[in-house]
Structures are given as C-alpha cells and as structure tokens.
C-alpha cells in the first residue's frame, strides 16, 4: 500500500450537485495532485497542489476547485455535475521535485445520474 | 505539449514467456519516463521510472525498461511472466521544463495465460 488514502471509495450523485471528495497524502509529501480516470482511458490531469497552491491545472473547467490543507492532505470539489464527470477520480501524492515518483490512492469511483 | 503512445489495447502472453509492453513518448525538453500497474478496481502502483544515466531501468516484480531517445521510446519488459502480471499498465512522462504534470498513455491491458 502507498499510505495514499481516499474517500469517499464509491459515490453516487445527482446531475447538478456538488461533491466532494478527500484524500489524505503520504507522510511527508508535501505535493499533492488529481486525476480523472474516465472508463478505459489513461487518467488525465485536474491539478496540483504545493504549499496549498495551486500549481499547475490541465484541460478542466473552473467548476474543478480544490485545496490543500497545511497537512498536506486535499479536496477536489466539482459543482454543477455532468454525466460525464462519472470517473474514478484518483490523488497522487509526492514531492515536489519532477524526478521523483507519485503515488496513488485507491481512488474514488464517482457515478452521475 | 507532451504526449504518450501506448500502440496496443493488449497483449496476449503464456505464463513463463517474455513480456513486452511498449510505449512512445512526445516532449519538448527532456523526459522523465514513468511505469505504473493498475488491478482491477484498484490506483495506480508505480514499477519504476527513468530519470538519467543507465538506459536500462530496473524495477519491481522483476520488470524493467529500456530508455531508447533516438526513437522516443521506453518499452517495459519482463523476462518471464507470470498469471499475477495481468492487469492494465501505464506509461507515463513528465517533462522536466513543464512541471510536475504526468501525462499518461491510453493504457495496454496485460492477460497472461496458464
């Protein structure tokens, strides 16, 4: 096990509501970021966070919010919730330097109704 | 922009022979090359990861890779597979001039056969 955790594991909303989901990092690092994981594809890139900034954000609307808290561990917010944002939504956590590995969390599994 | 070719949806291996996953990469600057292991309803295990030096990367479970730059490629290998192997595998790249972002490939799900 990575020391990653997540929660909820598995989450069940309605169209137009708002989530949100937690994840407790690996002690120690200090970055902390978010994919998205659609049904047989590669996971994509939400955000990251350093020193509870964001620090860096791929191709997601602005309805994708997060934090991170000075322990390190974060939220990914979503509002207004479309079908498609029915994925498993995984947190990585690392330091801070681009040469050193992350490591995952089990994941939540998010299904929009 | 940085980008990762994952060329097939699966492959097919018996239990004892060579497995090769292969992977091709696009980046503006120099790459960090990353290979991580999914199992079912599971995240992401990292394997291992190319950063310099030695172009042969060894890893967990007995897998490695080989970092080839002219042709922009880290394909992961394990000499002998085993059924535990099955599962669904990623490559990833980060490029060094453009953060801490991973990108990933589509995935090639691994099935080996008793």
């Known amino acids: 096990e990575t020391g990653v955790t997540q929660s909820p594991t598995h989450l069940i909303k309605t169209r137009g509501q708002q989530v949100t989901l937690r994840c407790s990092s690996q002690s120690g690092h200090n970055t902390v970021s978010w994919y998205q994981q659609a049904l047989g594809q590669g996971p994509q890139f939400i955000f990251q966070y350093y020193r509870e900034e964001e620090n860096g954000r791929g191709n997601f609307p602005p309805r994708f919010s997060g934090l991170q808290f000075p322990n390190y561990s974060s939220e990914l917010n979503v509002n207004a919730l479309e079908l498609d944002d029915s994925a498993l939504y995984l947190c990585?956590?690392?330091?801070?330097?681009?040469?050193?590995?992350?490591?995952f969390g089990q994941g939540t599994r998010l299904t929009v109704v | 922009a940085q980008s990762v070719a994952q060329p097939e949806d699966q492959v097919n291996v018996a239990e004892g022979n060579p497995l090769t996953v292969k992977c091709t990469y696009s980046?503006?600057?120099?790459?960090?090359l990353f290979w991580y292991v999914q199992y079912p309803n599971r995240g992401l295990q990292f394997l291992l990861k190319?950063?310099?030096?030695?172009?042969l990367v060894k890893g967990s479970y007995g897998f490695e890779a080989e970092f080839n730059k002219s042709q922009t490629s880290f394909h992961l290998k394990k000499p002998s597979a085993l059924v535990s192997d099955s599962a669904l595998y990623f490559c990833a790249v980060r490029d060094r001039a453009a953060g801490n972002k991973l990108t990933f490939g589509g995935g090639t799900r691994v099935l080996v056969k008793p």
């Open positions: 990585a956590s690392s330091f801070r330097d681009a040469n050193t590995e992350a490591f």
């Open positions: 190319y950063i310099t030096g030695d172009n």
């Open positions: 980046v503006s600057g120099n790459p960090y």
